[in-house]
T-cell receptor, first 109, second 113 residues
């Protein structure tokens, strides 16, 4: 079992719709959770962090964490073509940050 | 302020050679982490340095090594290159990697022929 798992996609959503990206992790001791966005040919950039159960909203982005289910998600409301990228889930456990392989999101016109 | 700078951006080597990659972190950042990114495996953690000490190491063979200097600049070295070492090598800096908030450089793309 991979430490951090994501569906590779591509996840295709029409412009204006809600994109839902999911991530599961294996280590119950994990304490911090992050979403990075990586445009094609570019390096990853941090867009969201979440540390406790529940929802955290930042603009069009909402991160959701459920530690009991070992599940993290990222919702993107009003998806725009500029949101088309690969989204990497990252989990911090004992000072080590582990990335999932990412979900490719395509926002269509 | 200046971001994370990696050099060289692109390089081509042959099997058996060695390579050294350099990373200059954001000013004031003391932590530098290195990752290997390939299409099949995604981002794989290599090692992390904090104040010149290797604090964490991933599951890579001993051919992969690194160091950090007193000015926080870091280098990683890969010896006896193999075809499978072809990848994008990303450096990330942070105040402290424990926060998980990493700032990535543009990467060094290594091709091994």
């Amino acid at each position: 079992q991979k430490e951090v798992e994501q569906n590779s996609g591509p996840l295709s959503v029409p412009e204006g719709a809600i994109a839902s990206l999911n991530c599961t992790y294996s280590d119950r001791g994990s304490q911090s959770f992050f979403w990075y966005r990586q445009y094609s040919g570019k390096s990853p950039e941090l867009i969201m962090s979440i540390y406790s159960n529940g929802d955290k909203e930042d603009g069009r982005f909402t991160a959701q964490l459920n530690k009991a289910s070992q599940y993290v998600s990222l919702l993107i409301r009003d998806s725009q073509p500029s949101d088309s990228a690969t989204y990497l889930c990252a989990v911090s456990t004992a000072s080590k940050l582990t990335f999932g392989t990412g979900t490719r999101l395509q926002v269509t016109l | 302020k200046a971001g994370v700078t990696q050099t060289p951006r692109y390089l081509i080597k042959t099997r058996g050679q060695q390579v050294t990659l350099s990373c200059s972190p954001i000013s004031g950042h003391r932590s530098v982490s290195w990752y290997q990114q390939t299409p099949g495996q995604g981002l794989q953690f290599l090692f992390e340095y904090f104040s010149e000490t290797q604090r964490n190491k991933g599951n890579f063979p001993g051919r992969f090594s690194g160091r950090q200097f007193s000015n926080s600049r870091s280098e990683m070295n890969v010896s006896t290159l193999e075809l499978g070492d072809s990848a994008l090598y990303l450096c990330a800096s942070s105040w402290d990697s424990n926060t998980g908030e990493l700032f990535f450089g543009e990467g060094s793309r290594l091709t091994v022929l």
